[in-house]
């Protein structure tokens, strides 16, 4: 006990510190005013989280606490990006491979990284890793390097769902979404889940946060996801870079197909996104035993 109280107060000292010098060292696109009302900010949260800890108001200090390393997570990412100019390197497919390129024998490593901070809520496009890793080490070997990613940052969602609970998962993806699927999950179990990776209608990755809210068992989730999560990222390893249809030549027409009919499907699933999600629920997927959401003190 004494151990992890330690632990927990050297935390709180150790949070206003790193966002002062994430802020202050590398964001050079925030305001002043705003960097000190941030830094502020987490000095307040550090101090509610000790006080109700001392209070044994576990709620509270635990929702400070978590927001506090919220905060810092984000503006850390931000940071990051800035500094390193980032938002250039993801803006297209030859920016990111070059980048990656640059980091010679690392660059698998990187390459892995960048896709698991992907599927943990950071806003790069998928599409644009998945194609510049087949561009690198060819469909094959690209492929599965951003399955390994896809999958490891599809477990750490699961783990931060299964020890924050609902609170913080509804903190990040919105109320409103994670009641949603945390009802369609009680209601489905891990049915649900098999279709909900495998179709493109339904949030993989905010799922994954959802489902460790549930009492789903990590070994029922990995192996939904290890089967399923792969099978999208080596469609588009090999069809996004030209392996199976060329961009050239006979490929001209079957794009063009292609392009016409993903419209049609984007138009479609949009317009009639609740039918067709509750034409799945309801006819092709029975109702199994529900799991219970974990209660977050």
């Not at 980091?103 to 998945?130: C, E, N, R, Y």
């Not at 994670?178 to 905010?206: M, S, W």
């Not at 039918?275 to 977050?296: F, H, S, V």
């Amino acid at each position: 006990m004494r151990t992890k109280t330690i632990i927990f107060y050297t935390f709180l000292l150790i949070l206003p510190i790193t966002i002062f010098v994430e802020l202050h060292f590398f964001c050079n696109f925030i305001n002043d005013i705003y960097k000190i009302l941030t830094i502020l900010g987490s000095v307040l949260l550090s101090i509610l989280s000790l006080v109700f800890h001392k209070f044994q108001k576990i709620s509270f200090y635990r929702f400070c606490f978590v927001i506090n390393i919220i905060m810092n997570g984000v503006f850390a990412v931000l940071c990051v990006m800035d500094y390193y100019n980032l938002g250039y390197i993801f803006s297209s497919i030859n920016n990111l491979r070059q980048f990656i390129l640059s980091t010679k024998s690392f660059g698998m490593l990187v390459f892995v990284a960048i896709q698991i901070s992907q599927v943990l809520l950071v806003p790069i496009p998928a599409a644009i890793i998945t194609i510049a890793g087949a561009a690198i080490w060819g469909p094959l070997v690209g492929g599965l390097l951003d399955s390994l990613g896809v999958l490891i940052g599809s477990i750490i969602s699961f783990f931060v769902g299964k020890i924050f609970g609902k609170k913080v998962v509804s903190y990040v993806v919105g109320d409103k979404t994670a009641n949603k699927y945390a009802q369609i999950l009680n209601e489905r179990g891990k049915f649900f889940l098999i279709y909900a990776f495998l179709l493109p209608l339904f949030p993989d990755d905010i799922l994954c946060l959802i489902a460790g809210m549930t009492t789903m068992q990590f070994r029922h989730f990995f192996l939904i996801a290890l089967i399923t999560r792969p099978i999208g990222v080596m469609f588009m390893s090999y069809f996004g870079t030209g392996a199976i249809i060329p961009f050239s030549g006979w490929g001209i027409i079957a794009w063009i197909i292609i392009l016409i009919s993903a419209l049609c499907s984007v138009f479609i699933l949009t317009k009639y996104q609740t039918q067709i999600e509750a034409y799945i629920l309801n006819k092709l997927m029975p109702k199994r035993k529900k799991l219970q959401t974990k209660k977050t003190d």
